[in-house]
């Protein structure tokens, strides 16, 4: 078989016997040695300490000797006293950083005017994605990918720039399918003529006492990297810059009210996009 | 104290780009952490040094560190456990006081320093994991509850606990190598890889 997922690797480091991914790591050094790195995880984290985490900084007089060295306090002194040039300042201070990024939760929740072009398509879409619920992921990608190929005559379809089957993670959700498009009707306004729309065909999920969130992962089974998109909308607009090599898999997460804008880490839906063609 | 996940992955990236702000608050979240390896191994004054040392290192180096690879804290408790052994190696007089080789004078052992320092990295990561993620790993490993326990405890199901433990499980591995010295990052040459 084909090297095991990190996922597959650690579900048997916590002894959830498969027997084939148990084969293959037993012959494979290079799984192996990731097994190891597994366990020696678990026994970093089941090892007592005495001490919790440092929760200060190391002494404020080494940072200054740090910054001595490096001669950061100069250039820092520089930019706040004299106003340096701007050429001296290290990185632009407002660039927006991926979360600030997200798009806004108006744009989020009704990011273009409805129009029939992009509409219907859509309902035929979930429609089919209803009666097909029980399916497997894969009669619904093959119904979605049907409809891509056989677009309504009368406008012209987005182009399809990536597709994703999102596979259910929980118990309850259904397999739903995520599509990336190019806004591109005449309605738009010029600058947001290349602007990236994430389309989802979701079945109904589950109610539940909180919402459910949009993410863009970085990895599929070992996600280090991500970047929330909002509340789950059917349409989510893309933030401009944003590298999707770097956050090819789309994820949903189900989310309490609880302020708090990390990911639950209780994914319901999780699919990588694939250039469509 | 600990930034969360998210916000760190963007320090990561402003630290490599040579953002000084960046440098200042990898110093606010880690030096911490890392003084504490060097505190455990050293005296206290090589300690401080080495500290400072570290972070000077990480600066110059910066080019060279690849978030890919691992967070900011994986990277710079690599670089500190490389100069606590460079220190251990140091022949001296008198031997120094160490916590991890049980206080009794004796000095650590380059795998007292690797084992603490696995630690430092995993519960540092820990912490920044996401809250039900993190919980479900702290009952397993701190509380060594069952999946069926947990599950009873926090209210999910327990096939949900499983995949926290294995995806917790997975994410906190990240960067174990980074931090492992399989880049040295002082030399071009090939490295031990511990």
């Known amino acids: ?277 | 104290m600990f930034a969360p996940d998210s916000l760190a992955r963007d320090l990561d990236g402003q630290f490599r780009a040579g953002d000084e702000d960046a440098l200042r608050a990898a110093w606010e979240h880690w030096s911490g952490l890392v003084h504490r390896l060097c505190r455990r191994s050293l005296s206290a004054a090589d300690a401080d040094d080495v500290t400072q040392q570290v972070f000077i290192e990480a600066w110059r180096k910066r080019d060279r560190y690849d978030p890919s690879r691992g967070p900011l804290p994986a990277w710079l408790l690599g670089i500190a456990r490389l100069r606590v052994l460079d220190q251990l190696r140091r022949p001296r007089a008198e031997p120094v006081g160490t916590d991890i080789a049980g206080g009794s004078g004796e000095r650590a052992t380059a795998d007292d320093v690797d084992a603490l320092a696995d630690r430092l990295l995993v519960a540092d990561a820990l912490a920044r994991l996401p809250d039900t993620q993190r919980r479900v790993l702290e009952l397993a490993y701190h509380q060594d509850l069952g999946h069926r326990d947990i599950a009873g405890q926090l209210g999910l199901p327990v096939g949900t606990v499983k995949s926290h433990l294995a995806r917790g499980l997975a994410r906190l591995r990240v960067g174990l190598e980074l931090s492992r010295g399989a880049s040295e990052p002082a030399s071009a040459g090939p490295a031990g890889t511990g």
């Open chain 1, 1 to 277: 078989m084909a090297h095991p997922s990190p996922h597959q690797l650690a579900q048997l480091a916590l002894g959830e016997h498969d027997q084939q991914v148990a084969e293959h790591a037993a012959a494979c050094t290079r799984c192996t040695a990731e097994l190891n790195r597994l366990r020696e995880v678990q026994a970093a984290l089941a090892a007592p300490d005495d001490e919790p985490l440092p929760a200060a900084p190391a002494p404020e007089h080494l940072w200054e000797g740090v910054a001595r060295e490096l001669g950061l306090g100069q250039s820092a002194e520089e930019r706040d006293d004299a106003a340096a040039t701007p050429a001296d300042s290290p990185g632009a201070p407002d660039d927006p950083s991926p979360l600030t990024a997200a798009p806004d939760p108006d744009d989020a929740s009704a990011p273009t005017p409805p129009t029939p072009l992009s509409a219907a398509p859509s309902r035929r879409n979930r429609v089919l994605a209803v009666a097909s619920a029980a399916a497997a992921a894969l009669v619904v990608a093959v119904a979605a990918g049907a409809l891509i190929l056989l677009p309504d005559t009368d406008e012209p379809e987005p182009a399809v720039a990536a597709e994703a089957t999102l596979e259910p993670l929980a118990d309850q959700p259904v397999p739903a399918r995520a599509s990336l498009v190019h806004r591109d009707d005449a309605d738009a306004e010029p600058d947001a003529a290349d602007e990236l729309l994430l389309r989802l065909d979701i079945d109904e999920l589950p109610e539940h006492d909180g919402y459910y969130e949009l993410w863009l992962l970085d990895d599929e089974d070992e996600p280090t990297a991500l970047l929330s998109l909002g509340p789950l909308s059917e349409e989510t607009a893309l933030p401009a810059d944003l590298d999707l090599d770097a956050y090819p898999v789309v994820d949903v997460s189900r989310e309490a009210y609880d302020g708090d804008p990390n990911h639950s880490g209780d994914s319901v839906l999780r699919g990588r996009l694939a250039d469509a063609g």
